[in-house]
């Protein structure tokens, strides 16, 4: 199983930015996707996650209203739309595949991660 995060960089306070994951190994539709992130020195945390189907999503508080996820089960792929970013949006930003929810232990693979940092 790979999945493999992608989209990050270097944006401005205020600024938009979509990050995708593309899985693959894995039947893509029978998974729940969750995005996670770890800030330097803090640890993960929970951003957002999408039901198998799509038809159920879910925000961390942090993220509500500016942050939108979605997927394309025939491209393998789900996404993040990020937008009015802040800089304490800045982490490493990972997908991961398993069982719908706002827990980590609740996916059982996990991307490798793409950096976002926004500046003030």
């Known amino acids: 199983v790979q999945l493999q995060a992608s989209g990050g960089g270097l944006v401005q306070a205020g600024d938009s930015l979509r990050l995708s994951c593309a899985a693959s190994?894995?039947?893509?539709?029978?998974?729940?996707m969750g995005w996670f992130r770890q800030a330097p020195g803090k640890e993960r945390e929970y951003v957002a996650a999408?039901?198998?189907?799509?038809?159920?999503?879910n925000y961390a508080d942090s993220v509500k209203d500016r942050f939108t996820i979605s997927r394309d089960n025939a491209k393998n792929t789900v996404y993040l739309q990020m937008s009015s970013l802040k800089p304490d949006d800045t982490a490493v930003y990972y997908c991961?595949?398993?069982?719908?929810?706002?827990?980590?232990?609740?996916?059982?693979?996990w991307g490798q991660g793409t950096l976002v940092t926004v500046s003030s």
């Open positions: 999408i039901s198998w189907s799509g038809n159920s999503e």
């Open positions: 190994g894995l039947t893509f539709s029978n998974y729940g």
């Open positions: 991961a595949a398993g069982t719908y929810g706002s827990s980590s232990s609740l996916y059982h693979y």
